[in-house]
């Protein structure tokens, strides 16, 4: 046997759980693992569920997934949309000669109008293939997709993850919106929401990450309640970790924002800053995210004159992430509501005291104020500079809320009892639809799959040759020119060609009848 078969196992070998492996196509219509919870997701499970003996196949769209290196069973297969918006040139227009079929021209014509399209046409793409490889997969686990694509037969039986409806997230952008316009805007995008709840009530299994989230599907979604189960994720704890080397800077509060929108809560935070500095004038903010331009947030540093007391960093690899956590006294998460909060898990995994808000389910993860964190109501930027300045002033308090911190994290949030929690839905899943678990085909091992285009399914080993840098996450962003891999069909495991459909390459095609509605009907997209 060579070595590569070595790594990748025998089809014979059981899984952990001591079962015949299980070959899973897990689906991401957004993988970027440096940006967004959902990349994250995808990246630290499939590499889980690899070290139990699955074979994992990531199927994404731009940006694509980046995973982890070193597991034979792990591979990525590129289901390349338009990628509208892409840096540096968002919301574009393709050209003509990048579209390839009808499905194409609905994401453009959904953009036009104001929407966002990446569900549905990554949904249906994924049924195309899927249905192309029929027999490859015993279990297929979409990712929050939630795609009109996804009903019906896909080829194996369906779970679904869904870390929190983002029905939510309308309704706080919704509430902050100061005019009639920007409401218009923010219904008009999410549109999709209104197919996400179609979709989400006819799925047989759904996973979520809290019981919080439970319940929101339950209540938003109207999805049976003996239907979602909690499989809670976590940090990855041997990456953050302790390190005494590390010196705290004093003053110093970390964030992690992704994004300039009020489910994140920075605004507050911004304030309570300005409160905190009137005692603790070394008191500085980081956030992980991108600077915004305009907005509350860059109105309340100008308001409050803190442009040199705030920073802002991207684009920094999971080695500086974890060192700049480390280094900082407190860590804050302010988010008004949180379907699961990673960042939580991993400030509290490093042994940084954390300051969070209740909303959602952090406290789920935080745990109770005064013993692992110190917890203060949502949107309170009061409340919050009192709770960052308790703890700035009081090194005792950060000793003991970092260690209990760090325990709890051990005790319940890692990202291997997420995968086995995962596997035993997924096998339940299988035993509920009848089929079998059939035997692994031989795959290409790792290391051995072709180039593209003959083969986009590649391993995480071969990805990181294909990155100018494989350290750095600039990848996760990055795009095919247009008319090359952007366009390019995706491969079958067997390397003929999956079916495109109509082989059209210019706007205005005809959709089937049974999304036709959804691509076209503009009036619910601007009242639902």
């Not at 997230?169 to 549109?191: I, K």
């Not at 999805?223 to 302790?242: M, Q, Y």
């Not at 002033?393 to 994290?409: I, M, P, Q, S, T």
Request: net charge neutral; proline share 8%; hydrophobic share 40%.
């Amino acid at each position: 046997m060579t070595a590569e078969a070595s790594q990748a196992g025998s089809p014979e070998d059981p899984a952990a759980d001591g079962e015949r492996p299980l070959r899973i196509a897990l689906l991401t219509y957004k993988g970027n693992p440096f940006c967004g919870g959902q990349g994250v997701y995808v990246r630290h499970l499939s590499r889980e569920l690899a070290r139990l003996g699955h074979r994992i196949e990531v199927i994404g769209a731009q940006p694509y997934p980046v995973l982890d290196e070193g597991h034979g069973r792990l591979s990525l297969t590129e289901l390349p949309s338009l990628d509208l918006y892409r840096q540096p040139d968002p919301f574009r227009t393709p050209a003509r000669d990048e579209y390839r079929d009808w499905i194409d021209a609905a994401e453009v014509a959904t953009m036009w109008t104001g929407g966002f399209p990446e569900p549905l046409t990554f949904s249906l793409r994924a049924r195309r293939h899927l249905r192309a490889r029929r027999g490859d997969f015993d279990v297929v686990h979409d990712n929050q997709t939630l795609g009109y694509g996804l009903l019906g037969d896909v080829g194996a039986p369906l779970v679904t993850t869904i870390h929190h409806p983002i029905t939510v997230d309308r309704r706080l952008e919704l509430e902050a919106a100061e005019s009639r316009q920007r409401r218009l805007s923010v219904r008009r995008w999410y549109a999709f929401t209104r197919m996400q709840k179609r979709v989400a009530r006819r799925l047989p299994s759904v996973l979520t990450v809290s019981g919080t989230s439970r319940q929101e599907i339950v209540d938003d979604l109207g999805v049976r309640a003996d239907r979602v189960h909690v499989v809670h994720i976590g940090a990855d704890t041997d990456l953050f970790s302790p390190d005494p080397s590390v010196a705290r800077i004093p003053g110093r509060i970390v964030t992690t924002s992704s994004a300039d929108v009020p489910l994140k809560g920075l605004v507050f935070l911004v304030e309570a800053l300005a409160k905190v500095r009137t005692e603790q004038p070394e008191a500085h903010l980081v956030v992980v995210g991108k600077r915004p331009e305009e907005g509350p947030v860059a109105q309340a540093m100008r308001r409050y004159g803190l442009e040199g007391a705030v920073e802002f960093v991207k684009g920094i690899s999971d080695a500086e992430l974890v060192d700049l956590v480390r280094s900082a006294q407190v860590a804050c998460v302010p988010s008004l509501y949180e379907g699961f909060s990673l960042p939580a898990a991993e400030a509290m995994a490093t042994g940084t005291p954390l300051v969070a808000t209740t909303g959602g389910a952090i406290p789920e993860v935080a745990g109770p104020d005064g013993e692992t964190c110190l917890a203060v109501p949502p949107g309170d930027a009061g409340a919050l500079a009192a709770g960052l300045s308790r703890l700035l002033g009081d090194a005792d308090l950060r000793a003991r809320l970092g260690a209990a911190g760090r325990e709890r994290v051990l005790r319940h949030f890692t990202w291997a009892r997420a995968a086995e929690g995962t596997v035993a839905r997924y096998r339940e899943a299988v035993a509920g639809s009848g089929a079998p678990v059939r035997p692994e085909r031989p795959g290409p091992v790792s290391g051995r799959a072709p180039a593209r285009p003959e083969a986009p399914a590649r391993t995480a080993a071969a990805q990181a040759e294909a990155r100018p840098d494989a350290s750095s996450p600039a990848r996760a962003g990055s795009s095919a020119p247009a008319g090359t891999g952007a366009t390019e069909a995706p491969v079958s495991r067997s390397g003929a060609p999956a079916p495109t459909g109509s082989a059209r390459t210019a706007p205005g095609l005809t959709a089937p009848a049974e999304v036709v509605d959804v691509v076209s009907d503009r009036e619910s997209r601007a009242t639902c």
